[in-house]
Protein backbone atom coordinates (compact mmCIF):
# COMPACT_ATOMS: atom_id res chain seq x y z
CA UNK A 1 0.00 0.00 0.00
CA UNK A 2 2.79 2.25 0.58
CA UNK A 3 4.34 1.81 -2.89
CA UNK A 4 0.54 2.98 -3.89
CA UNK A 5 0.83 5.84 -2.35
CA UNK A 6 4.30 6.90 -3.60
CA UNK A 7 2.36 6.36 -7.05
CA UNK A 8 -0.51 8.65 -6.75
CA UNK A 9 1.81 11.44 -4.74
CA UNK A 10 3.99 11.59 -7.96
CA UNK A 11 1.08 11.34 -10.58
CA UNK A 12 -0.46 14.65 -8.25
CA UNK A 13 2.90 16.10 -8.44
CA UNK A 14 3.09 15.75 -12.46
CA UNK A 15 -0.57 16.82 -12.69
CA UNK A 16 0.05 19.42 -10.91
CA UNK A 17 3.21 20.86 -13.17
CA UNK A 18 0.89 20.51 -16.21
CA UNK A 19 -2.37 22.11 -14.40
CA UNK A 20 0.29 25.27 -14.40
CA UNK A 21 1.38 25.01 -17.83
CA UNK A 22 -2.27 24.91 -19.12
CA UNK A 23 -2.99 27.01 -17.35
CA UNK A 24 -0.31 29.93 -18.63
CA UNK A 25 -0.82 28.98 -22.16
CA UNK A 26 -5.01 29.41 -21.64
CA UNK A 27 -3.83 33.00 -20.20
CA UNK A 28 -1.29 33.98 -23.17
CA UNK A 29 -3.68 33.28 -25.50
CA UNK A 30 -6.09 35.16 -23.72
CA UNK A 31 -4.11 38.05 -23.36
CA UNK A 32 -3.20 37.72 -27.24
CA UNK A 33 -6.82 36.72 -28.51
CA UNK A 34 -8.32 40.67 -27.78
CA UNK A 35 -5.54 42.08 -30.59
CA UNK A 36 -5.53 39.21 -32.87
CA UNK A 37 -9.45 40.24 -33.45
CA UNK A 38 -8.94 44.22 -33.88
CA UNK A 39 -6.21 43.17 -36.18
CA UNK A 40 -8.81 41.00 -38.30
CA UNK A 41 -11.21 43.61 -37.99
CA UNK A 42 -8.99 46.57 -39.00
CA UNK A 43 -8.39 45.20 -41.74
CA UNK A 44 -11.78 44.44 -43.29
CA UNK A 45 -12.30 48.21 -44.66
CA UNK A 46 -9.29 47.80 -46.72
CA UNK A 47 -10.22 44.97 -48.25
CA UNK A 48 -14.32 46.15 -48.91
CA UNK A 49 -12.22 49.55 -50.18
CA UNK A 50 -9.89 47.89 -52.79
CA UNK A 51 -12.52 45.11 -53.93
CA UNK A 52 -14.53 48.49 -54.91
CA UNK A 53 -12.17 49.81 -56.41
CA UNK A 54 -11.21 46.90 -58.38
CA UNK A 55 -14.85 45.45 -59.55
CA UNK A 56 -14.85 49.41 -61.06
CA UNK A 57 -11.62 48.76 -62.85
CA UNK A 58 -13.03 45.05 -64.11
CA UNK A 59 -16.39 46.09 -65.26
CA UNK A 60 -16.10 49.39 -66.74
CA UNK A 61 -12.53 48.88 -68.10
CA UNK A 62 -13.43 46.47 -70.86
CA UNK A 63 -9.85 44.79 -70.65
CA UNK A 64 -8.78 41.59 -71.32
CA UNK A 65 -6.44 41.21 -68.03
CA UNK A 66 -4.41 37.72 -67.27
CA UNK A 67 -5.09 37.80 -63.94
CA UNK A 68 -9.33 37.69 -64.61
CA UNK A 69 -8.45 35.13 -67.32
CA UNK A 70 -8.48 31.19 -67.41
CA UNK A 71 -5.65 29.65 -67.99
CA UNK A 72 -5.67 26.18 -70.27
CA UNK A 73 -2.19 25.86 -70.98
CA UNK A 74 -1.40 24.11 -67.38
CA UNK A 75 -2.88 21.72 -65.02
CA UNK A 76 -0.78 22.96 -62.36
CA UNK A 77 -3.19 24.18 -59.06
CA UNK A 78 -1.56 26.32 -56.48
CA UNK A 79 -3.13 25.37 -52.73
CA UNK A 80 -1.89 28.02 -50.05
CA UNK A 81 -2.55 25.82 -46.37
CA UNK A 82 -2.24 28.30 -43.52
CA UNK A 83 -1.72 26.40 -40.18
CA UNK A 84 -0.47 27.01 -37.12
CA UNK A 85 3.16 26.89 -35.64
CA UNK A 86 2.22 25.01 -31.99
CA UNK A 87 -0.28 22.81 -31.19
CA UNK A 88 -2.05 22.49 -28.22
CA UNK A 89 -5.04 24.29 -29.91
CA UNK A 90 -7.72 21.09 -29.90
CA UNK A 91 -8.71 20.30 -33.59
CA UNK A 92 -7.99 23.90 -34.89
CA UNK A 93 -4.96 22.37 -37.32
CA UNK A 94 -6.85 18.70 -38.13
CA UNK A 95 -9.29 20.98 -39.30
CA UNK A 96 -7.93 22.82 -41.79
CA UNK A 97 -5.71 20.01 -42.73
CA UNK A 98 -8.65 17.93 -43.19
CA UNK A 99 -10.16 20.55 -45.61
CA UNK A 100 -6.93 20.92 -47.29
CA UNK A 101 -7.12 16.98 -48.19
CA UNK A 102 -10.73 17.43 -49.22
CA UNK A 103 -9.59 20.13 -51.69
CA UNK A 104 -6.09 17.98 -53.08
CA UNK A 105 -8.63 14.90 -53.33
CA UNK A 106 -11.08 17.36 -55.08
CA UNK A 107 -8.53 18.75 -57.42
CA UNK A 108 -7.12 15.43 -58.73
CA UNK A 109 -9.99 14.05 -59.33
CA UNK A 110 -10.27 17.30 -61.74
CA UNK A 111 -7.69 16.52 -63.42
CA UNK A 112 -5.79 18.89 -62.55
CA UNK A 113 -2.33 18.77 -60.85
CA UNK A 114 -2.48 20.52 -56.99
CA UNK A 115 0.95 22.15 -56.07
CA UNK A 116 1.46 23.10 -52.35
CA UNK A 117 2.86 26.24 -50.59
CA UNK A 118 2.39 25.49 -46.69
CA UNK A 119 2.52 28.20 -43.54
CA UNK A 120 3.57 26.91 -40.12
CA UNK A 121 4.87 24.31 -38.77
CA UNK A 122 2.17 21.95 -38.17
CA UNK A 123 1.31 21.69 -41.82
CA UNK A 124 4.58 21.68 -42.91
CA UNK A 125 5.01 18.23 -40.47
CA UNK A 126 1.98 17.07 -41.41
CA UNK A 127 2.53 17.15 -45.26
CA UNK A 128 6.79 15.95 -44.43
CA UNK A 129 5.36 13.12 -42.60
CA UNK A 130 3.28 11.50 -45.34
CA UNK A 131 5.99 12.26 -48.34
CA UNK A 132 4.08 15.09 -50.17
CA UNK A 133 6.29 17.15 -51.95
CA UNK A 134 5.66 20.78 -51.30
CA UNK A 135 6.81 23.93 -53.45
CA UNK A 136 7.51 26.22 -50.74
CA UNK A 137 7.04 26.87 -46.79
CA UNK A 138 6.79 29.59 -44.80
CA UNK A 139 7.55 29.29 -40.75
CA UNK A 140 7.02 31.09 -37.28
CA UNK A 141 4.73 33.89 -35.99
CA UNK A 142 1.45 31.99 -36.80
CA UNK A 143 -0.33 33.66 -34.37
CA UNK A 144 1.04 37.23 -34.61
CA UNK A 145 1.25 37.80 -38.78
CA UNK A 146 3.31 40.11 -40.20
CA UNK A 147 2.61 42.33 -43.31
CA UNK A 148 5.81 41.76 -44.91
CA UNK A 149 5.32 37.36 -44.42
CA UNK A 150 1.94 38.56 -46.48
CA UNK A 151 3.86 40.59 -48.95
CA UNK A 152 6.25 37.80 -49.85
CA UNK A 153 3.86 34.58 -50.00
CA UNK A 154 1.65 37.02 -52.57
CA UNK A 155 4.60 37.86 -54.67
CA UNK A 156 5.43 34.04 -54.33
CA UNK A 157 2.02 32.85 -55.69
CA UNK A 158 1.81 35.80 -58.37
CA UNK A 159 4.79 34.87 -59.80
CA UNK A 160 3.80 31.35 -59.92
CA UNK A 161 0.32 32.26 -61.52
CA UNK A 162 2.10 34.64 -63.91
CA UNK A 163 5.22 32.32 -64.83
CA UNK A 164 4.68 30.46 -68.36
CA UNK A 165 3.59 27.14 -68.04
CA UNK A 166 7.19 25.82 -69.17
CA UNK A 167 8.49 27.27 -65.69
CA UNK A 168 6.12 25.63 -63.76
CA UNK A 169 3.74 28.35 -64.14
CA UNK A 170 -0.59 27.43 -62.04
CA UNK A 171 -3.90 27.95 -63.75
CA UNK A 172 -5.66 29.05 -60.41
CA UNK A 173 -4.60 29.58 -56.89
CA UNK A 174 -6.71 28.32 -53.68
CA UNK A 175 -6.00 29.27 -50.47
CA UNK A 176 -6.97 27.48 -47.20
CA UNK A 177 -7.53 28.75 -43.73
CA UNK A 178 -9.58 29.12 -40.32
CA UNK A 179 -12.44 32.01 -40.77
CA UNK A 180 -12.91 33.22 -37.11
CA UNK A 181 -16.25 33.67 -36.52
CA UNK A 182 -16.38 33.93 -32.29
CA UNK A 183 -14.89 32.93 -29.74
CA UNK A 184 -16.27 29.16 -29.67
CA UNK A 185 -16.65 28.82 -33.74
CA UNK A 186 -14.28 28.50 -36.01
CA UNK A 187 -14.91 27.77 -39.65
CA UNK A 188 -12.24 26.27 -41.90
CA UNK A 189 -13.05 27.75 -45.50
CA UNK A 190 -11.65 27.05 -49.09
CA UNK A 191 -11.58 29.89 -51.25
CA UNK A 192 -10.20 30.42 -55.22
CA UNK A 193 -8.05 33.88 -55.53
CA UNK A 194 -7.18 33.28 -58.78
CA UNK A 195 -8.41 33.88 -61.69
CA UNK A 196 -10.00 36.84 -60.02
CA UNK A 197 -14.07 36.36 -59.90
CA UNK A 198 -15.49 40.17 -59.03
CA UNK A 199 -19.03 39.13 -57.79
CA UNK A 200 -19.05 42.92 -55.56
CA UNK A 201 -20.96 45.27 -57.89
CA UNK A 202 -19.88 49.03 -57.72
CA UNK A 203 -23.36 50.67 -58.17
CA UNK A 204 -24.88 52.81 -55.07
CA UNK A 205 -27.03 50.88 -53.17
CA UNK A 206 -31.14 51.60 -54.65
CA UNK A 207 -32.01 52.92 -58.02
CA UNK A 208 -29.25 55.70 -58.12
CA UNK A 209 -27.47 56.58 -61.31
CA UNK A 210 -24.66 54.24 -62.32
CA UNK A 211 -21.43 55.99 -62.09
CA UNK A 212 -19.14 56.79 -65.17
CA UNK A 213 -15.48 56.02 -64.91
CA UNK A 214 -12.33 57.48 -66.61
CA UNK A 215 -8.58 55.28 -65.83
CA UNK A 216 -5.68 57.31 -66.40
CA UNK A 217 -3.45 56.32 -67.71
CA UNK A 218 -5.30 53.02 -68.50
CA UNK A 219 -7.35 50.36 -67.09
CA UNK A 220 -4.83 47.95 -67.28
CA UNK A 221 -2.42 49.89 -65.52
CA UNK A 222 -4.92 50.56 -63.00
CA UNK A 223 -5.50 46.87 -62.86
CA UNK A 224 -1.74 45.48 -62.82
CA UNK A 225 -1.30 48.23 -59.78
CA UNK A 226 -4.67 46.93 -57.93
CA UNK A 227 -4.63 43.39 -58.27
CA UNK A 228 -1.07 42.34 -56.46
CA UNK A 229 -2.45 44.51 -53.68
CA UNK A 230 -6.29 42.97 -53.56
CA UNK A 231 -4.28 39.27 -53.45
CA UNK A 232 -1.91 40.69 -51.15
CA UNK A 233 -4.75 41.81 -48.64
CA UNK A 234 -6.86 38.70 -48.95
CA UNK A 235 -3.62 36.73 -47.91
CA UNK A 236 -3.33 39.48 -44.93
CA UNK A 237 -6.93 39.39 -43.96
CA UNK A 238 -6.70 35.35 -43.84
CA UNK A 239 -3.70 35.62 -42.07
CA UNK A 240 -5.04 37.17 -39.54
CA UNK A 241 -8.49 35.52 -39.38
CA UNK A 242 -6.41 32.42 -38.54
CA UNK A 243 -4.28 33.94 -36.41
CA UNK A 244 -7.36 34.93 -33.87
CA UNK A 245 -8.91 31.46 -34.62
CA UNK A 246 -5.38 29.83 -33.32
CA UNK A 247 -5.62 31.68 -30.53
CA UNK A 248 -9.23 31.28 -29.54
CA UNK A 249 -8.86 27.20 -29.96
CA UNK A 250 -6.23 27.25 -28.21
CA UNK A 251 -7.64 29.51 -24.95
CA UNK A 252 -10.72 27.41 -25.21
CA UNK A 253 -8.52 23.78 -24.92
CA UNK A 254 -6.15 24.86 -22.22
CA UNK A 255 -9.09 25.78 -20.30
CA UNK A 256 -10.27 22.24 -21.01
CA UNK A 257 -7.28 20.71 -20.42
CA UNK A 258 -6.99 22.87 -16.93
CA UNK A 259 -10.94 21.45 -15.79
CA UNK A 260 -9.33 17.75 -16.59
CA UNK A 261 -6.13 18.23 -14.67
CA UNK A 262 -8.22 18.94 -11.93
CA UNK A 263 -10.76 16.46 -12.17
CA UNK A 264 -7.41 13.90 -12.31
CA UNK A 265 -5.88 15.50 -9.11
CA UNK A 266 -9.12 15.26 -7.03
CA UNK A 267 -8.96 11.61 -8.30
CA UNK A 268 -5.40 10.66 -7.77
CA UNK A 269 -6.25 12.45 -3.74
CA UNK A 270 -8.68 10.14 -3.17
CA UNK A 271 -7.02 7.32 -4.41
CA UNK A 272 -4.10 8.30 -2.28
CA UNK A 273 -6.31 8.36 0.82
CA UNK A 274 -8.29 5.40 0.44
CA UNK A 275 -4.68 3.66 0.18
CA UNK A 276 -3.40 6.05 3.07
CA UNK A 277 -6.17 4.73 5.00
CA UNK A 278 -6.02 0.69 3.93
CA UNK A 279 -2.49 1.10 5.44
CA UNK A 280 -3.44 2.62 8.27
CA UNK A 281 -6.16 0.00 9.39
CA UNK A 282 -3.67 -3.09 8.10
CA UNK A 283 -1.17 -1.58 10.60
CA UNK A 284 -4.23 -1.30 13.59
CA UNK A 285 -4.91 -5.29 12.84
CA UNK A 286 -1.64 -6.15 13.11
CA UNK A 287 -0.97 -4.45 16.47
CA UNK A 288 -4.55 -5.91 17.80
CA UNK A 289 -3.44 -9.26 16.37
CA UNK A 290 -0.08 -9.07 17.65
CA UNK A 291 -1.50 -8.17 21.27
CA UNK A 292 -3.78 -11.06 21.14
CA UNK A 293 -1.20 -13.79 20.53
CA UNK A 294 1.25 -12.37 23.35
CA UNK A 295 -2.28 -12.10 25.63
CA UNK A 296 -2.54 -15.91 24.70
Do not use: C
Amino acid sequence: MAGQQRVYKQRIRSTQTLKKMFRAMELIAASRIGKARAQAQAAAPYSRAITRALSAAATHGDVDHPLLSERADTSRVAVLVLTADRGMAGSYNASVLREAEKLLTRLTEEGKQPELYVAGRRGVGYFTFRGREMVQTWLGNSDAPALERSVEIAETLLEAFRAPAEDGGVSEIHLVYTRFASMVSQEPRVVRILPLEVVEGVAPAGDGPVPLYDFEPSAEVVLDSLLPRYIQARIFTAMHQAAASELAARQRAMHTATENAEDIIRNYTRLANSARQADITQEISEIVSGADALAG
